[in-house]
């Protein structure tokens, strides 16, 4: 595809659950980030993988959060036992390679909301 | 650590007005800034970016000069289309120690524009 795809759309879980949010980047890129944006706020780092590794999951927020990318290209963050204060849409962003600066291409975002 | 502040928004304007959105930041060292846009259903785009102190970074009509004294980046535009409705967000990329390329977001402007 020609851009980063997010799957779902829309995610609504009951409290509790355990969700999977994917997402496909373009494809070679090496660099891969996930963000969390909630609601009127500015996106947030959670994770950052170089091709199949995860070399800083600083922003991750608790253990509940878990993020892999095995292939070294679609990645899964998987939240398990989601709270409320999980609501949020989830971005994903790739970049071509693994310089220090590369204009980061975004997906349109996964929302998710927890009752 | 680094930081991001934006105007508070929304801002409503209308069509051929001047537009300013204020962004200022918190960093060490010397971080590149960017301006992101969300449209509706969207992922966020780069707008425009700087590098360097006094770079000024200009795309679709915007500008934003990177000003180190004041530790400024402010978008603006001379004069706004409908189109341009849209959330804005200033980040930064600081590349002290293994930032990795991640960025820092600002919480977002809401921009509308009435014909």
């Known amino acids: 595809g020609a851009g980063v795809s997010q799957s779902p759309r829309y995610k609504v879980a009951k409290r509790g659950q355990d969700v999977a949010l994917r997402c496909d980047p373009i494809?070679?890129?090496?660099?891969l980030f996930w963000y969390q944006q909630a609601l009127g706020q500015g996106p947030e780092f959670l994770t950052y993988?170089?091709?199949?590794?995860?070399?800083?999951k600083s922003g991750l927020p608790s253990d509940r959060f878990f993020a892999e990318r095995p292939e070294g290209s679609v990645s899964t963050l998987k939240i398990q036992r989601t709270q409320q204060e999980d609501s949020a849409v989830y971005l994903c962003?790739?970049?071509?390679?693994?310089?220090?600066?590369?204009?980061?291409?975004f997906g349109p975002g996964t929302r998710l909301t927890v009752l | 650590g680094n930081s991001v502040t934006q105007m508070e928004g929304p801002v409503t304007l209308s069509e051929e007005a001047f537009l300013t959105i204020n962004c200022t930041y918190t960093?060490?060292?010397?971080?590149?800034l960017f301006w992101y846009v969300q449209y509706p259903g969207e992922g966020l785009q780069l707008l425009l970016k700087?590098?360097?102190?006094?770079d000024k970074g200009s795309n679709k009509g915007f500008e934003a000069t990177y000003r180190k004294e004041t530790t400024s980046f402010h978008l603006e535009k001379g004069s706004v289309q409908v189109s341009d409705s849209a959330v804005y967000f200033c980040?930064?990329?600081?590349?002290?120690?293994?930032?990795?390329?991640?960025?820092?977001f600002g919480q977002g402007t809401i921009l509308t524009v009435h014909p």
């Open positions: 962003a790739s970049t071509e390679t693994e310089l220090s600066y590369n204009e980061q291409f």
């Open positions: 960093a060490t060292g010397y971080p590149s």
């Open positions: 700087a590098t360097k102190a006094d």
């Open positions: 494809s070679g890129h090496v660099s």
């Open positions: 993988f170089q091709n199949e590794a995860q070399l800083d």
């Open positions: 980040a930064l990329y600081n590349a002290g120690g293994t930032s990795y390329g991640k960025l820092t």
